[in-house]
Antibody, heavy 120, light 107 residues
């Protein structure tokens, strides 16, 4: 069974940093592209970042570019999102999501999300 | 950035009725559009990819159509478990973008 479990969320002050992690199991993690998607309370979905299977290609939303770094460890089956210079508007549930194997850039498995609250 | 506009924002229907949801792109995305369903407190679920292909395990009552800038998700006969929020997403260009969502609620 495919499982994605996020951790590392919490309350952080504006300007602070936070690192989210996503533990993957039930599939060959090293062969799948991965993404982070966020959802502010009561709002819609916003794609945040992408990384290919070998970490050779990454993409970021303009809203987080320069402040966020996506990375992965294919030995530990883990995905990470390092977030710096956090702003109020970064408050959201952050989902780790796997891309469907046969057809790129659609997200077929999602974690349950990690809540990040940026507030003083 | 490609902007996806979903309409209506809310659709009030009864079980057994047909639901028709729209997603319009600010520029052509070819057929590179997908649909997701999200229920309260849950992660989204992929329903449709590349405009008209059902994802694994998705019932046949869900169908997608369209190309270019105009897309439709149709639920042929609403089941109680289909009342949820639906999002479209394009993969034609970076950044990936989602529409604002359509809530299908019980009338």
């Amino acid at each position: 069974e495919v499982q994605l479990v996020e951790s590392g969320g919490g309350l952080v002050q504006p300007g602070g940093s936070l690192r989210l992690s996503c533990a993957a199991s039930g599939f060959t993690f090293s062969t799948y592209r991965m993404n982070w998607v966020r959802q502010a309370p009561g709002k819609g979905l916003e794609w945040v970042a992408y990384i290919d299977s070998s970490s050779g290609s990454v993409h970021y939303a303009d809203s987080v570019k320069g402040r966020v770094t996506i990375s992965r460890d294919n030995v530990k089956n883990s995905l990470s999102l390092q977030m710096n210079s956090l702003r109020d508007e970064d408050s959201a549930v952050y989902f780790c999501a796997r891309e469907a194997g046969g057809c790129c850039h659609y997200l077929d498995y999602w974690g349950q999300g990690a809540l990040v609250t940026v507030s003083s | 950035e490609i902007v996806l506009t979903q309409s209506p924002a809310t659709l009030s229907l009864s079980p057994g009725e047909r639901a028709t949801l729209s997603c319009r792109a600010s520029q052509s995305v070819g057929v590179y559009l997908g649909w997701y369903q999200q229920k309260p407190g849950q992660a989204p679920r992929l329903l449709i990819y590349d405009a008209s292909n059902r994802a694994t395990g998705i019932p046949a009552r869900f169908s997608g159509s369209g190309s270019g800038t105009d897309f439709t998700l149709t639920i042929s006969s609403l089941e109680p478990e289909d009342f949820a929020v639906y999002y479209c997403q394009q993969r034609n260009n970076w950044p990936l973008t989602f529409g604002g969502g359509t809530k299908v609620e019980i009338k």
